[in-house]
């Protein structure tokens, strides 16, 4: 039986008898011989960066789920929504209502938005794959979510995302 590590020498992650390479950083698995555990520092930083990730996705799909209901509730009621509105004050201020209808289901479009961009980015994280594209559609989920004051949250997400770009399946290219 062939001596092989247990665990990757370059970032540490866990491997398989099967693997050939890592499954998180893509190094090759050589034959020498290794420990049959990783460093306690390597543990530790791991399950650090699993909970991260476990955090990032379930605010991305709380975000992704409650904004997207929000913007198709927003799109599709913006003449009711405004109706709750004493609107004289911007008919005296020249602005027609029709304008305020479709400045609101603008509003409610960039939330839809916001709210898909997050839960492409709760898929990816929780698939732990193409992090380059999850952290993409999170900052312009979180830029879009400006409007409804939520963006720096997404923002301060993004950081954590990027940091934990190890947890990350390689792609191949």
């Known amino acids: 039986m062939e001596n092989r590590p247990n665990f990757c020498a370059q970032c540490g992650a866990q491997l398989d008898d099967a693997d050939s390479f890592c499954v998180r950083c893509g190094k090759e698995i050589g034959s020498a011989p290794s420990a049959t555990a990783a460093p ?12 991260t990730l476990w955090v990032i996705f379930f605010l991305g799909l709380l975000w992704g789920v409650n904004a997207t209901y929000s913007g198709i509730d927003i799109i599709l009621n913006a003449k009711d929504i405004l109706d ?14 029709q304008m305020l209808v479709d400045m609101m289901t603008a509003i409610g479009a960039i939330i839809l938005i916001s709210g898909i961009l997050a839960l492409i980015t709760a898929v990816l994280v929780f698939m732990r794959k193409f992090h380059t594209i999850a952290l993409i559609c999170c900052i312009i989920s979180s830029i879009l979510a400006l409007i409804a004051l939520v963006g720096i949250i997404g923002l301060i997400v993004a950081y954590f995302l990027n940091k934990s770009k190890n947890e990350f399946t390689p792609t191949k290219v």
Do not use: C, H, M, N
């Open 40 to 51: 306690a520092y390597v543990q530790q930083v791991s399950s650090k960066r699993s909970t």
């Open 84 to 97: 709750l509105v004493d609107i004289s004050v911007f008919e005296d201020a020249g602005i027609d209502p």
